[in-house]
């Protein structure tokens, strides 16, 4: 049982580049959510789903898109990555009780 | 306002001892509440929920407050292995607010 997978685990940017994280699950939850995690500013939800196809802005969505297209994946899109997109990507998923987060991908933007 | 402070810490403790954290969430509407715990580059993961009635599992206890809004951790008999960031979480509507966490180091 892998839980929630997340690819990359690391990726390196140029400003202006533009890349997609990766995020799967295989618990058939039908909430899932992408977080970015920087110091001293705790897990701020960029955009979240409901469920397959559904999608809504979170905190700090701007600079980033998502799509839902099958339940299982939920993926986060950096179309003109930024210096300030520098950040380590959280993503998670619950069906009815808590959190399961996957690893992280640790995305530096030069 | 935050939707959850904490005190950042850090704590550190010599192994044996009690420790404590708090936090308060602003949102009385505010539906469920979980202490996460999160290592150095990993992701987090969750370390109990909190119910009003309070509740325990081995050398931690949670504790709830819904007319103060506050929610507490003790850690008792404190290991080696509990080193690490604690994260206080409430949630509503299916959305999960984070609070920045409280970093504890055990000291040998």
């Known amino acids: 049982n892998a839980g929630v997978t997340q690819t990359p685990k690391f990726r390196v940017l140029k400003t202006g580049q533009s890349m997609t994280l990766l995020c799967a699950q295989d618990?058939?939850?039908?909430?899932m959510y992408w977080y970015r995690q920087d110091p001293g500013m705790g897990l701020r939800l960029i955009h979240y789903s409901v469920g397959e196809g559904t999608t809504a802005k979170g905190e700090v969505p701007d600079g980033y898109n998502v799509s839902r297209l099958k339940k299982q994946n939920f993926l986060l899109g950096l179309e003109s990555a930024a210096p300030s997109q520098t950040s380590v990507y959280f993503c998670a998923s619950s069906r009815n009780y808590g959190y399961t987060f996957g690893s992280g991908t640790r995305l530096t933007v030069v | 306002r935050k939707e959850v402070e904490q005190d950042p810490g850090p704590f550190n403790v010599p192994e044996g001892a009690t420790v404590a954290f708090n936090c308060t969430y602003s949102n009385s509407a505010s539906q469920s509440f979980f202490w996460y715990r999160q290592d150095c580059r990993k992701e987090p993961k969750l370390l109990m929920s909190v119910y009003s009635s309070g509740n325990e599992d081995g050398r931690f206890t949670a504790q709830l407050n819904r007319a103060s809004q506050y929610i507490s951790l003790l850690i008792r008999d404190s290991k080696l292995s509990d080193s690490a960031t604690y994260l206080c979480?409430?949630?509503?509507?299916?959305?999960?607010?984070f609070g920045t966490g409280t970093s504890l180091t055990v000291i040998p």
């Open positions: 979480v409430v949630s509503r509507s299916n959305q999960f607010y």
């Open positions: 618990m058939n939850h039908e909430y």
